[in-house]
């Protein structure tokens, strides 16, 4: 099975970085095509697979192609690769907004499409994507994308329609925990914490809470209310939370991120 990336960016790194080193597939089996030579050398530096400057020969020679460009990109690609992607690639594309009736309108309607939402974690397999199929993809091409990729994290089907909050949620949402890992690591320094103990630890933390979420099925509440003390330091920690307005800004930031992927799809 060949998997070809049209774009070597920072997803399509992320992505066959995390399928090479799983064994969905071997480096031999990958190649991306980039306009940017340094996306081109970082790509086959991190995955050891082969890039080229023609998107179409990519394309040619790729059982599934994924587009991995900017979705502004998008349009040019699309024009590019028509007459070459036909129903005997499985096309997938990670484009944020961009719907499945921009691939059929330019392709054509007798192309096998997906769409699917990743995030960066895919590199280390704890990827979150959701996906959804258009087109003639078939049940086949659906199983064969959840297994991809679930070899490198977690993958739900879910209706076209959702996968604008899903990318405000799960696509974006590393680097709204980035931020809240930096800030907590910020506030350990605050208190007198060294630099790196403090960002191990409050990386740590997140990762253990994320899998006692996972792992216990409890609800998030429960499992807060287990940490907080009657009258003890948690409950100080959550009241400043409260008053800044944490919960509400997280929800805002779904809200945003979810609002300029419906935006981007407008665009393309
Ligand atoms: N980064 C993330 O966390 C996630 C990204 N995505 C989606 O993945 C896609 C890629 O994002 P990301 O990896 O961050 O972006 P990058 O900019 O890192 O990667 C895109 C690459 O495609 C290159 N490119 C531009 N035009 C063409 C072309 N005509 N043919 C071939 N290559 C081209 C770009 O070059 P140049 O820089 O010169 O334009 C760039 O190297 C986007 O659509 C994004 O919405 C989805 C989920 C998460
Ligand atoms: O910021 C972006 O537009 C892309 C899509 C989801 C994550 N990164």
Request: proline residues 4%; aromatic residues 2%; negative net charge.
């Amino acid at each position: 099975m060949k998997v070809g990336f049209i774009g070597a960016g920072r997803m399509a790194t992320a992505l066959a970085g995390g399928l090479i080193s799983s064994g969905f597939t071997s480096a031999d089996n990958v190649c991306a095509s980039d306009t940017y030579e340094s996306a081109r050398e970082k790509f086959n530096q991190e995955t050891g697979a082969d890039t080229l400057t023609s998107n179409i020969t990519v394309a040619e020679q790729s059982d599934i192609v994924i587009l991995a460009v900017k979705p502004q990109q998008l349009p040019g690609v699309l024009q590019e690769l028509k007459g070459t992607i036909t129903h005997k690639q499985l096309l997938v594309s990670i484009a944020a907004g961009s719907p499945l009736a921009l691939f059929l309108e330019t392709l054509g309607d007798s192309i096998r499409v997906i769409r699917v939402m990743p995030n960066t974690p895919c590199l280390v397999k704890q990827g979150a994507s959701a996906f959804a199929r258009g087109g003639k993809a078939t049940e086949d091409d659906a199983s064969l994308v959840d297994s991809l990729l679930s070899t490198v994290g977690i993958a739900v089907e879910v209706p076209e329609s959702q996968l604008d909050a899903v990318t405000g949620l799960s696509g974006s949402g590393p680097a709204y925990v980035y931020q809240i890992i930096e800030a907590l690591s910020d506030g350990g320094v605050r208190m007198g914490l060294p630099r790196h103990i403090a960002t191990q630890l409050a990386a740590q933390t997140v990762k253990g809470a994320a899998e006692m979420v996972l792992e216990t099925g409890e609800h998030p509440g429960a499992l807060k209310d287990a940490v907080t003390s009657p009258g003890g330091t948690t409950i100080a920690g959550i009241h400043a939370l409260e008053s800044g307005g944490l919960r509400s800004s997280l929800m805002n930031a779904v809200a945003a991120a979810t609002q300029r992927s419906i935006e981007l799809g407008k665009k393309s």
